[in-house]
């Protein structure tokens, strides 16, 4: 039998959920975790006293022999802990965005080409809520017939923390790498296809005159290979609960998800539809984390993959790209 994975864990926000969710899988042991934040780290020792605690990144993967990192430190700190674990050949799993420019971009591809062996995967969550699940099937199975068009729209309705928290003070913020990526991840996972060139827009009205320096709306146009279109919408200063709308025209079916209802409809001419369950249980969210973990335990096919990973993140970054330069944008990979 293969021995358990040795892992740790950067960042104690959303990385506490993957913390949790560790300790108890058997198949692995989380042996240390990581935070600047010092209270943080004596709440775990006082809890977990096996567990050991670090305030220095560095200092954990040196000191610790480690099979999986997962990184879910602020967006500014990810490609470089990235670059230093793959440099250790320890295997990576970070939340998105894996990076926030392209030269960070191109430094992780070519390094994790070098070293072939070290998996990396991203908490690209959307792709195991049970609807898109199904949709993926169906549009496998034939059912979609001609896609043409797919709006995706991330409202992120929590405003406080691109206001308040760290998003306002790292150098940079981008709410499409920290959003809409999870829509064109989607779109990616339906199409199964590259998308080809960009363009985009962005606005912030709601945060004017606030600490928060970026963007908080952005929009973007993707044509991908096939022709498909998508319209791509990261909303960070709406007033109204965190949501994500999604819908995929095809030449015989619609599907459409708007808030906390998904449906598809097979006809025009009348207006009965199809429900789809929207509930996304808490074991769904920790799938993405336990099939990477397959994944390197197994040599199973992950459920996000580091080309999934590479390419949603060169299309996301190509969309930031164009707000700036007002131009439609060619994705480069
Ligand atoms: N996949 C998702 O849907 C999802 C959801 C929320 C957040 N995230 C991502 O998770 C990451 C963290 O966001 P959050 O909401 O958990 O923030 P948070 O502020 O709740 O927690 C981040 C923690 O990381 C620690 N930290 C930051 N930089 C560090 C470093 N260099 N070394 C060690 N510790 C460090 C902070 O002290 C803090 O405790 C971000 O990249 C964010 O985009 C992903």
Known sequence: MKKKLLIGVVGLGVG??????????????LISVCDTNQKKLDLVKKNFPKINTY?????????????????ASYDN???????????????????????????????????????????????LVLRNSPQFRVIE??????????IFYIQGEYNYGRKEKILNQWRSRIPFYSVTLGGGIHLIDLAKF???????SVIGAGNKIVTKNTKFRFNDFTTGIVKFQSGVIMNVISNFGCEIPHHHCIKIF???????????????????KNSSFERLNVNYHKRAKTKILESFID????????????????????????????????????VKY
């Open 250 to 268: 095809a030449k015989n079916k619609t599907f459409i998800q708007d808030y906390k209802k998904a449906k598809i409809f097979s006809s025009r």
């Open 16 to 29: 506490y959920y993957h913390f949790n969710f560790l300790r108890k899988l058997k198949k692995c042991k």
């Open 190 to 196: 339906f199409l199964k296809k590259k998308a080809v």
């Open 137 to 146: 099937k169906k549009i496998n199975l034939g059912e979609f017939k001609n």
């Open 295 to 330: 994944s390197i335990l197994t040599n199973k096919k992950p459920l996000v993959t580091k080309e999934d990973v590479l390419d949603v993140m060169a299309i996301s970054l190509t969309l930031e790209k164009s707000i700036k330069t007002g131009r439609w944008e060619k």
């Open 77 to 123: 700190y990810h490609s470089s802990q990235i670059l230093k674990l793959i440099n250790k050949k320890i295997n990576i799993f970070v939340e998105k965005p894996m990076c926030l420019n392209y030269n960070e971009y191109f430094k992780i591809k070519s390094s994790l080409k070098v070293n072939n062996n070290v998996k990396f995967s991203s908490n």
């Open 55 to 71: 305030k220095s990144f560095d200092l954990m993967i040196k000191k610790e022999k480690l099979d999986l990192v997962c990184v």
